[in-house]
């Protein structure tokens, strides 16, 4: 598989004001020396790896031997939602390397946990770490930012007149986020040649039939072997199935989407005769990351650093587990700098703030093209 980046896109600075990210860096270093750590996982994201497999395995236990409509429901719903955090705990730590430290073994890990979710984790992986993670919320140059045509994230988009109402519909929308990905966007994307910053070649032939294999594995998991190991129709199972999705991709859409697009995160748009990002790496990476619950331990285990996202796209190759101490850094380094970089609020006042977003991009965007064309 080859690709490149389509654009060379650099920001405009290295050193001013990165020097606040030296001390930042140098600081992390300093804590995990001090406690004789390293960047990977430790005993800490195994146990909590093998609680949620345990889990996993209960409640598929539960969906096999369902004796009423309502407990397979419920079944179903927490089978695929542990699943999903699992993947965002574990299967993202690998996804970047930093869960036992073997590549090999982090790559497997990453590929098995999005795999049995009906995920292929090759074109994401691609497209996660070599572009959203290097321009986030750089227009043209963040895959995160070409989601869907139905929902308007920017300027490059072609826009729909029923975008101004993208802020009521997106939640609708967004229960049928997994389902798309796993049965639509998977398969468009191995087609897609270039893909934001990202210009792809030939897909290997072992990619298309893991794909494929990863596509009826999911089914026969999902819905064959309950079906068989159950008494209740294939109508039934089926509806237990799609609920299940409704609600597991509520809560990723929203655990994504309000990382970086809120009202209170940056975009950048980039001139046309120039090729620079005009903030400085650091600075350009913390303004357009937001954390949310950030003191909250049950937010920093269910969301596996999701919820400490800043430290996550300064430190990717760090593990989650160390996320707390490494926020404490950040948040304690900007202000001893007199910076107002970092930004929080809680879960639901980011689904409050990133609807409030939709509103206002889409009528933003949709006055600029009126008023161009007058």
Not at 43 to 64: E, H
Request: hydrophobic share 45%; glycine share 4%; charged share 15%.
């Amino acid at each position: 598989m080859k690709f490149i980046e389509k654009k060379h896109l650099k920001f405009q600075s290295k050193d001013s004001p990165d020097h606040i990210f030296k001390q930042i860096k140098a600081k992390v270093d300093s804590y995990l020396a001090k406690n004789k750590l390293h960047k990977y996982g430790n005993i800490l994201i195994w146990l909590k790896f093998f609680v949620l497999v345990v889990f996993l395995g209960c409640a598929y236990y539960s969906l096999l031997h369902s004796s009423s409509f309502i407990q397979l429901v419920i079944s179903y719903i927490l089978f695929g939602w542990i699943f999903l955090v699992i993947g965002i705990n574990i299967g993202h730590d690998a996804a970047h390397g930093c869960v036992s430290g073997n590549k090999k073994l982090d790559n497997f890990i990453f590929q098995m946990i999005f795999g049995l979710q009906g995920l292929s984790g090759y074109i994401w992986q691609i497209r996660h770490n070599n572009s959203h993670h290097i321009f986030p919320n750089v227009e043209g140059s963040d895959t995160d930012m070409e989601i869907t045509k139905m929902i308007l994230l920017n300027s490059k988009q072609k826009i729909y007149s029923f975008h101004k109402y993208q802020h009521l519909y997106a939640p609708f929308l967004y229960m049928f986020f997994s389902l798309g990905w796993i049965f639509y966007d998977d398969f468009i994307l191995f087609f897609k040649k270039e893909q934001a910053n990202l210009k792809f070649g030939k897909i290997p032939v072992i990619e298309w039939l893991k794909l494929f294999l990863i596509k009826i594995t999911y089914l026969f998991t999902f819905l064959a072997i309950p079906f068989f190991s159950n008494s209740f129709s294939a109508l039934t199972i089926l509806s237990a199935f799609i609920i299940m999705h409704f609600t597991v991709s509520l809560f990723l859409t929203f655990t994504f989407f309000i990382s970086h697009h809120v009202m209170e995160v940056a975009y950048v748009k980039l001139a046309e005769k120039s090729e620079l990002v005009t903030d400085s790496w650091a600075s350009h990476q913390i303004t357009t990351t937001i954390d949310f619950n950030p003191e909250s331990r049950i937010a920093n285990f269910l969301f596996g650093g999701f919820n400490l996202h800043i430290a996550h796209h300064i430190f990717p190759d760090v593990s989650h587990i160390y996320y707390p101490a490494i926020t404490r850094i950040i948040r304690e380094t900007l202000e001893e700098n007199h910076v107002s970089w970092y930004k929080s609020f809680t879960f639901f006042k980011g689904i409050s703030s990133h609807l409030k977003h939709l509103k206002k991009t889409a009528r933003e965007i949709i006055y600029e093209k009126e008023l161009s064309l007058s």
